[in-house]
Every structure is written in structure tokens, then in C-alpha cells.
């Protein structure tokens, strides 16, 4: 038995545009399968409103808050909706072999150019790529190879730049397995 509401009261749904429209937002429609969730178009992205009940308030989804928060009234939501994108995103780590022959960062763990060398190779340590370069160390060439043909999306969906960076890992193979599962179950 659901524990959500059956539908959205009218007052609460024009409370809900009007908060919409005074942040320049318009109310989209019901999502399919549902009944108390309403989508919202921002620069490009899909947002979810779902409905909680007078109790707990609204629930938000969208790019960055892929799990939902719970925002209490709707001037909260319309103005975490409305504004801009987080401008930085988080530095890429990289690999850096720890010894002689050093001249490169490595965003791929298992790359043959960084565990190479037995005779000189003691270890590997990770840090932020900026700081790799700061360094005055330079991509790797195979590496680089294999991060171009890492395709940009997968299944329509943007592949991060740390997924990017591990394609060929168990990470690269979680992740594509999650978002071949969420397509499945949506």
C-alpha cells in the first residue's frame, strides 16, 4: 500500500506554480505513471516535484540531487530549481608511478606505461590532476588513446569525467551496469 498522497490538493498546486513563476519557471506536466509528480524544464535539465503530503512537504529530483531532497515549502524548491549549476566540478584523480621514469599521470590504473618497468616501478600514488601537472607531468599517450574512445554517453546518459577516466575498471563496469538497471526499471 502506497503512503503517498492520491493527488496534489489544488491549493497546494497553485501555490506551487506561482512560486514557479515568480523564479521564471513554468509547471510541467504530470510524469507518466504517476499522479503527484510534476516535471519542471530548467536550462535543459528535467526536474521532478513529487508531492509528499501537508506534512513533509515536496520532494525534489534533479542534475545533482539525483536521490531527492525534501524541501518543505515551494519557494525552497522553485528557488533550488532556478539556481545556477555548481560551476566547478570535482578534480579528476590520476595515477603517478612512484620512482625512477617518471614523466607522466595515468588516469587508468591498469595502463601498461605505468606499471611497466618492473626494475624501477615502487608503487603508484593518486592525486588530483592539477596537481599531476603542477608537477610538470604530462597525460600518458596510451592513456590518452583510450580515453578517446570513451564514448561521451552511454545509453543517452553523460558519462562523468571519473567514470570516463576508469572505463575499462570495475568502476567504469558499475556504473554502466547501474545505469543500464535504472533504465530497465524505469
Do not use: F
Amino acid at each position: 500500500m502506497s503512503h503517498l498522497p492520491r493527488t496534489i490538493p489544488a491549493g497546494e498546486l497553485e501555490r506551487l506554480t506561482a512560486a514557479l513563476a515568480a523564479a521564471g519557471l513554468e509547471l510541467g506536466p504530470i510524469k507518466p505513471g504517476t499522479r503527484v509528480t510534476r516535471t519542471v524544464q530548467q536550462a535543459g535539465a528535467c526536474w521532478e516535484l513529487t508531492y509528499l503530503g501537508a506534512r513533509y512537504g515536496w520532494r525534489l529530483v534533479g542534475p545533482g540531487v539525483e536521490h531527492g531532497i525534501g524541501v518543505l515549502d515551494v519557494e525552497e524548491a522553485a528557488a533550488h530549481i532556478a539556481a545556477p549549476p555548481a560551476a566547478e566540478a570535482p578534480a579528476r584523480t590520476v595515477h603517478v608511478r612512484i620512482g625512477t621514469h617518471r614523466t607522466a599521470y595515468h588516469p587508468d590504473s591498469a595502463c601498461p606505461a605505468l606499471n611497466g618497468r618492473p626494475e624501477t616501478y615502487r608503487g603508484q600514488e593518486v592525486m588530483p590532476e592539477h596537481q599531476a601537472r603542477a608537477r610538470g607531468l604530462a597525460l600518458c599517450g596510451q592513456c590518452d588513446a583510450l580515453l578517446t574512445t570513451v564514448p561521451q554517453t552511454y545509453a543517452g546518459v553523460p558519462v562523468p569525467a571519473l567514470v570516463r577516466g576508469a572505463w575499462t575498471t570495475p568502476l567504469g563496469d558499475g556504473w554502466r551496469l547501474g545505469v543500464r538497471s535504472t533504465l530497465a526499471a524505469s
